[in-house]
């Protein structure tokens, strides 16, 4: 099968990983004939490291998708120019596979969902904690059922991004909602994923620390019911002054019927039972062997899904849920309210475009929509 020719859009930050170290172990399925990048220094670098033609560098979209015969478009610059490039490649038909967040709006999201389903293109969004060994270690143990039914989860991100730009990126410091959309995302999709089902209701809090330099909020508490009843709370700083839990060093413990499974810091999955008068026993889980891990997973389900496979998990239509979980939190914290977090998102499509109508803002409805936030 001829090798996928993707039109990247971002060349360096998260971006340069895809090019340099995510994209590599797929030279036979996959290659790069365009890409796109607002900063000529990056745009050279990384153009020259690929190989292209000056002729497949561009400081903007247009010219990009209106020229490059391309197989699909990866987007990886900062969400708030997500909508833009998707919707570019909706024009030309090409299938997308996206970072996270969908978009940094739940205005935008929706317009994007309508876009893409409008054109019956297949977009996957990335979500790739998911598929860290320790997660999918975690997870193996909760679905094999060894530890009975599962009850609640418990997940906690912690990183000092006190001083500001230490987020690795400006923006981030910058934006409205900086923790949730640009990091909890992560772990609601990943809470998700471990309670293996959507959101029901959820309530909490997003504050920002009177010492946060940071001018979105930094600080978020929450509690979800899930729909198959687990229940889930989530702990999200990026203030944190204490213990650590950042980027793959997140806690999640997941409590069942018959004991707990906990992951942090240190990356082994631990199983704990207690048995009254006996104490705790604590015992290892071996990880689990992947062929590929985080972002590889990613770009080979979604080659694999272009290649006529099945379609991954994390699909546009999927990562709605995901998107709801944030927005819905957003609007719990605004509000002081419990958001039902289904019903939050129908009311979010209802009001959303029609399939095809790009970007026509429609009327907004009474209840509490997605689109409202
Ligand atoms: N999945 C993960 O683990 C992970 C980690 C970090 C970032 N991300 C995601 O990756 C995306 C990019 O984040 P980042 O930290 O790399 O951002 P960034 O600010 O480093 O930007 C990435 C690149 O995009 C370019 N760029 C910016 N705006 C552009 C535009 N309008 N058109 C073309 N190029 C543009 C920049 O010049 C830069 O080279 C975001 O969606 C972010 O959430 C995901």
Redesign the pocket.
């Known amino acids: 099968m001829a090798a996928k020719r993707c039109l990247m859009?971002?060349?360096?930050?998260?971006?340069?990983?895809w090019l340099r170290r995510f994209f590599p172990p797929f030279k036979e399925r996959l290659e790069v004939v365009g890409l796109?990048?607002?900063?000529e220094q990056?745009?050279s670098d990384?153009g020259d490291f690929l190989g292209l033609p000056a002729s497949r560098r561009f400081?903007?979209?247009s010219p990009a998708f209106e020229t490059v015969d391309a197989d699909f478009c990866a987007?990886?610059?900062?969400?708030?120019?997500?909508e833009?490039?998707v919707m570019h490649a909706v024009r030309r038909g090409l299938p997308i596979l996206?970072?996270?967040?969908i978009a940094d709006t739940s205005e935008a999201c929706l317009r994007i969902n309508a876009a893409v389903n409008g054109a019956r293109l297949k977009m996957q969004v990335?979500?790739?904690?998911r598929y860290a060994v320790p997660n999918l270690t975690l997870r193996q143990v909760l679905r094999s059922g060894e530890l009975g039914r599962l009850n609640y989860v418990a997940g906690r991100f912690a990183a000092d991004y006190r001083k500001y730009a230490s987020w690795?990126?400006?923006?981030?410091h910058e934006i409205p909602h900086g923790l949730l959309?640009?990091g909890s995302?992560?772990h609601f999709d990943m809470l998700r994923n471990l309670a293996d089902a959507n959101c029901g209701r959820l309530t909490g809090l997003e504050w920002n620390a009177d010492w946060s330099t940071s001018k979105g909020a930094f600080n978020a508490l929450y509690l979800m019911e899930m729909t198959n009843g687990v229940r889930a709370s989530y702990e999200g700083s990026g203030t944190a002054a204490g213990e650590q839990n950042n980027?793959h060093a997140e806690l999640y413990r997941a409590e069942c019927e018959g004991g707990a499974v906990t992951v942090g810091r240190d990356r082994i999955v631990r199983i704990n039972r207690f048995t009254r008068g006996k104490g705790l026993i604590t015992e290892e889980v071996p990880p689990v062997t992947a062929t590929y891990e985080?972002?590889q997973w990613i770009v080979d389900e979604f080659l694999t899904w272009l290649e006529g496979g099945p379609a991954p998990a994390t699909t546009l239509e999927d990562n709605l849920q995901s998107v709801a979980m944030l927005f819905g939190a957003i609007e719990a914290a605004d509000k002081h309210q419990v958001v039902d977090v289904q019903a939050f998102l129908r009311a979010g499509l209802d009001a959303a475009p029609a399939p095809g109508q790009n970007g026509v803002a429609s009327s907004a409805t009474a209840a509490p929509a997605m689109a409202g936030v």
């Open positions: 859009i971002g060349g360096g930050g998260m971006a340069g990983n796109v990048d607002v900063s990056v745009l990384a400081t903007q979209l987007i990886v610059i900062p969400p708030a120019y997500h833009d490039a996206s970072e996270k967040p990335v979500q790739n904690y690795g990126k400006v923006f981030r959309v640009e995302i992560h980027w985080g972002h």
